[in-house]
């Protein structure tokens, strides 16, 4: 037996987008900060990226992760698999230029509080100060990143523990998306993108639709398979 949830369209943990920046053109200070700039979980897009921005004595560099939450606490039985729908939005050219290089990563975060907010940057299971955080985080699936793509993303033992784990508790799934860029620390890319051509901007990455799209088609989707018992 298969259900749905889709990720939350308000209250205390509605998705959200977490932005870091750095104002000297430092990518990697950024990146590693614990306390994001910016937060909005009102977006009908999610960002995942890192980028710069360099226009007369303006040097910039974003991280930008998102953040999903799926209410499980009704939910019993003995999750066997688990995919994730994510639909992702197109290039974007011109004075700001992003397309979906590499790849995107689910990762699974720690406790949290009463609420998403800004402090949650850095809240990873398994986060680093530095470095990357492959073998360290905690992580759910990775896939290549494509525009304007309807993805269905298996989500790996992990996953499937916390997702389990979560429904005994009666709370809720949590999960941060991360650029490869950022995933993997990758000090080239964080401070210059690949993507180039913007006329101050350029990012590798771009967004998701969110749970506050139109469509409910479009929007983050969890599907869970039950075994017997």
């Not at 920046?21 to 890192?50: E, I, Q």
């Not at 606490?73 to 698999?81: I, M």
């Not at 350029?202 to 969110?210: A, L």
Request: hydrophobic share 35%; with cysteine; aromatic share 12%.
């Amino acid at each position: 037996m298969a259900t749905t949830f889709y990720s939350n369209t308000s209250g205390n943990y509605d998705d959200a987008n977490l932005g870091s920046y750095n104002t000297t053109g430092d990518g990697v200070a950024a990146r590693n900060v614990t306390t994001a700039n910016t937060f909005n979980n009102s977006a009908t897009t999610l960002t995942v990226s890192t980028s710069s921005f360099i226009f007369f004595s303006f040097n910039w560099r974003f991280v930008n992760r998102s953040t999903l939450s799926f209410d499980v606490s009704a939910e019993a039985g003995n999750v066997e698999s688990a995919t994730l729908r994510l639909c992702s939005g197109a290039n974007t050219s011109g004075f700001s230029k992003f397309e979906w290089t590499r790849r995107t990563y689910i990762c699974g975060v720690s406790s949290i509080g009463a609420s998403w907010d800004t402090s949650d940057f850095n809240n990873l299971n398994g986060w680093v100060s530095s470095g990357s955080y492959d073998g360290n985080v905690r992580e759910y699936a990775d896939f290549a990143n494509a525009q304007s793509t309807v993805f269905t993303i298996d989500l790996n033992a992990n996953a499937i523990t916390d997702i389990n784990a979560a429904m005994t508790d009666n709370s809720e799934f949590h999960i941060m998306l991360l650029h490869e860029n950022d995933f993997l620390n990758d000090t080239t890319l964080l401070n210059t993108p690949a993507t180039t051509g913007g006329g101050a901007g350029n990012g590798d990455g771009g967004t998701f639709r969110s749970s506050e799209d139109a469509s409910i088609s479009l929007r983050p989707l969890l599907t869970v398979v039950y075994g017997e018992e």
